[in-house]
């Protein structure tokens, strides 16, 4: 299976192509925006150096979130554009499950969600243990004591590093886009959708939330 894993939903806009777990080319551009501007043509960067056209593709993986909305949307609306012109399925992963995807034992993925809040999920050896959440920070040191994690990983480790300094702590701002990848191979194609796991702090006139 060929597949293109893309990553808007952080700080970094990223692309790989990768067959059967063996990665042929892939590229991370550290960004906070820029995303929509630079994500067409990395895609077209990575194909060409991977030797791929696209037509050999067989699935699109794409990062849905949690994480900027609209970075996620970015990458959301180019997966679903470039899966309907191939004729081939789009797959969603997570952001904290591609951020915990490479290592083993107990990790806490967490992202740094601004107003004291965190968005958490907890894995064991690869399995998800906990769905992901927003959480305040207190709540998110309780299941810190609760479920005693190994590796903290995330631009929200540092926030939660003095509660549990046994373990070690990757304050990576961006997903490896080859374990999107490895993600969007093992799982059924559903359509993705973005997750979205509280109200975004861009307001219309009036004080409505943006439409998600």
């Known amino acids: 299976m060929i597949i293109l894993a893309i990553d808007t939903c952080l700080f970094a806009c990223s692309a790989a ?3 059967d ?3 042929h080319a892939a590229r991370v551009e ?3 925006r820029g995303h929509q501007e630079r994500l067409a043509p990395l895609v077209a960067e990575v194909m060409a150096q991977a030797g791929i056209a696209f037509d050999r593709l067989d699935r699109i993986a794409v990062t849905v979130g949690p994480g900027s909305f609209t970075g996620l949307r970015v990458g959301l609306a180019f997966a679903k554009g470039l899966s309907a012109a191939l004729g081939i399925p789009a797959v969603g992963v997570g952001s904290l499950e591609a951020l915990a995807q490479p290592h083993n034992g107990r990790v806490f993925a967490v992202l740094d969600a601004k107003r004291g809040q965190v968005y958490l999920q907890a ?7 906990s769905a992901p959440d927003a959480l305040p920070i207190e709540t998110a040191a309780a299941r ?4 005693a994690p190994d590796l903290l990983v995330g631009t929200g480790a540092a926030l939660l590093a003095d509660m549990r300094p046994s373990a070690r702590v990757m304050a990576i701002d961006h997903a490896d886009p080859a374990a999107v990848a490895a993600l969007a191979a093992a ?3 559903i359509p993705p959708r973005p997750l979205y796991l509280r109200a975004p702090d861009a307001k219309l006139p009036g004080g409505k939330s943006l439409p998600q």
């Open 17 to 19: 192509v990768v067959e």
């Open 187 to 189: 799982r059924a194609p």
């Open 123 to 129: 894995f064991a050896d690869g399995v998800a243990v």
């Open 30 to 32: 550290p960004m906070s």
């Open 21 to 23: 777990g063996v990665v």
């Open 144 to 147: 810190l004591a609760e479920l």
